[in-house]
Each structure stands twice: as C-alpha cells, then as structure tokens.
C-alpha cells in the first residue's frame, strides 16, 4: 500500500482536484491518503468536514463534482483508496504536518505530495517503480532541474534552491540536485527511522539529513514536472525560509 501524506494550509481552491489526482495515480496500487489541515481559515477546513463527515471515505474512484466536492465511486478495474482527513487546531507548519501524518501512515511505501497543484502525482510512477518492482532504492526524490515541464518562475528561487542542495551535497556527501523539492518517496523502513522535530519548511533539511547520515539507504533522484504558481496564486514559502534553511543544513550536519 501507497501511503499519501498532503499537508494542507488554505488551499480549498487546489485541494479537492489534487486529490482526485492523487486518487488516479498509480491505478492499481492500494492507496491512502492522509490529509492533514494545519489551520486553514481560507474555507478548506469546511469542505473537508463537509465531504469527510464521519472521517474516512473510500472507493475506488475519486472525481470533483461540478458543485466542487467529491465523488466517491466503485470501478472494478481500479484499487481501492482509502482517504482520511486530520485536523490540527492551530497553524503549526508543513513539518508539524509531515510528522502528524507519518506518525499515521500504514503503507509500505510513503510520499509527501503538496496541496496547490504544483506536482503532477502521475510523476509518481517512476518513483514507485525503483522502489517497489525494481527494487533498487530506499529513499526516491523528486527533481524539477531534470529538463521535465517546469514553468519559469523567479529567478532568485532557482539560486537560492541549487545554492542549498550545493551545500547540502559539500556537508552530507550527496549528489541531489533539489532538496527542497517536494516528492520524496521513501520506504517504510526508512520512515520507522525518522525523528521529525522541525515544524516548519525546515523539515525538508532534517529529513534528508537524517536519511544522509544514516548511510545505510540506497537514494536515488528522478526528473518530475513542475507547474509553480506566484505568490499571488499562493505560494507561501519566502525568503526567510531559505535563509533558515542554511542555518538548518549546519545545525542537522553538527549540532543534532
């Protein structure tokens, strides 16, 4: 089983389509898909009480309605998915999610996959390939500088993004192109392992660190699309995060 962990912050406009996504992906795979709200007051914390009112739901089949909310369905052909929404009372961040998610996660294969339309989860396949009928990797990310569709955005990101993962590669002796990316799919095994404490954008450093410097799994790194959004579309991450994030990439190398 496909455990899918999707960190939510006011994202009532993407969120219901990402799921559908999430849902068609890897069609014969078993799925369950871990919603987690971290204090949205954008109206997504509603519909998720509205189309999750006694918790779970599952199908095999997940489209959007026209009115905007689910429509859960059985098609014989398709795996069964599995979609369960929590619920933090404040917001904490995407590292508070990450860890309330994975603490409940079932699958034997985890992934991270954001709420605003930016990942493509048909991208999932080849990760999930490497690691399940392959078998050659533990730990599979994502990259958006591997010639995929990736839509221009600022340029000081790009820098900022190959500047950290430079950094990243010189103190964790690692060749990965994107840390900050986030598809990270990794196995169970790896995941029993982690020990999350970063609530914030930060958790994209610790987990890679902690991987890194375990030594122990076989990393690999594939080329996926991106269609990134300003911030006037809602994106949230700033530069603050990246200034945090050097000072992180020192203290998970050193001082953990």
């Known amino acids: 089983m496909l455990s899918v962990i999707i960190p939510v912050y006011d994202e009532v406009a993407t969120l219901p389509l990402v799921l559908a996504m999430a849902s ?79 603490a409940s996660a079932n699958g034997d294969v985890i992934v991270v996959q954001d709420a605003d339309l930016e990942y493509d989860p048909a991208d999932w396949v080849v990760m999930y390939d490497l690691i399940n009928r392959r078998k050659v990797a533990d730990v599979v990310y994502g990259s958006r500088f591997y010639g995929r569709p990736h839509r221009s955005l600022y340029f000081h990101h790009y820098v900022a993004n190959r500047f950290i993962s430079l950094v990243f ?52 790194e594939v080329g996926i699309s991106y269609f990134g959004r300003t911030y006037e579309e809602g994106k949230k991450i700033g530069w603050r995060d990246g200034v945090k994030a050097i000072w992180y990439l020192v203290r998970f190398r050193f001082f953990s």
């Not at 964790?172 to 192109?177: D, K, S």
């Open 169 to 220: 590669n010189l103190l964790y002796n690692q060749t990965l192109t994107d840390i900050e990316c986030c598809y990270k799919m990794l196995t169970r095994e790896v995941m029993r392992h982690l020990r999350l404490s970063c609530n914030d954008f930060g958790c994209e450093i610790q987990l890679s660190a902690q991987i890194a410097l375990a030594n122990r799994w076989r990393i690999y």
């Open 24 to 102: 068609a992906a890897l069609p014969t795979v078993e799925k369950e898909i871990i919603i987690v709200d971290d204090g949205s007051r954008d109206g997504t914390r509603e519909w998720l009480r509205a189309n999750f009112p006694t918790g779970a739901r599952n199908g095999t089949c997940i489209t959007v309605g026209v009115d905007g909310d689910l429509v859960v369905t059985d098609e014989p052909a398709s795996a069964r998915v599995t979609m369960m929404p929590l619920y933090h009372e404040r917001n904490s961040g995407k590292g508070a999610c990450l860890q309330t998610g994975l």
